[in-house]
């Protein structure tokens, strides 16, 4: 739930506390598909479409969407409930590169990825298409 100390000076959720979100449901499912530990290698891309107000329930949903050979294309859609009302909104999207390391910080290579749900697809093929368009140099 979104407190008031989470707040800007608008009375909505600040930008840094999502974005902390945001890393934070990215890390969780990097971690799980590296099976260890995985850092931050960049964050793409950031979409705020609305507003989240004090109070509101949020939620984000991280997937993994392609594999490198140590980094993960990870996909954050953030959603944002009035507990009144039921109401949902999307209202975040959010594009993050994690990479897998070794107790060294070296980068360790990550399991394959296989989709199998036709979402999981789309996903891959998507990330696959972003990752080519927007190569790390
Ligand atoms: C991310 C990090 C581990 C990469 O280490 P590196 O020695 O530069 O790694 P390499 O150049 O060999 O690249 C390793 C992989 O990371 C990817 N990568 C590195 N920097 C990247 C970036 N800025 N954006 C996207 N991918 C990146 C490479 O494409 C490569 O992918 P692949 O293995 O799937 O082919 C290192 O830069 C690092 O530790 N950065 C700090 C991370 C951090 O502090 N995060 C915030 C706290 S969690």
């Known amino acids: 739930m979104v407190m008031p100390h989470m707040s800007n ?9 999502l974005m902390a979100m945001v890393d934070q449901a990215a890390a969780i ?13 960049s964050i793409h891309r950031v979409d705020f479409r609305e507003r989240i107000p004090v109070g509101a329930l949020v939620t984000c949903r991280a997937t993994v969407d392609f594999v490198g050979n140590s980094s993960m294309d990870i996909t954050v859609e953030v959603t944002s409930e009035n507990p009144s009302t039921g109401e949902t909104r999307n209202t975040h999207t959010a594009h993050v590169v994690f990479v897998s390391i070794d107790e060294y910080g070296r980068p360790r290579r990550v399991p394959r990825l296989i ?3 036709e979402e999981e697809h789309l996903r891959y093929a998507d990330a696959e298409r972003y990752r080519k368009e927007h190569a790390h140099p």
Request: avoid cysteine.
């Open 29 to 41: 499912a990097a971690i799980r598909h590296a099976g260890g530990r995985a850092v931050t290698a």
């Open 115 to 117: 989709p199998e749900t």
């Open 9 to 17: 000076l608008l009375g909505d959720l600040f930008g840094g506390n």
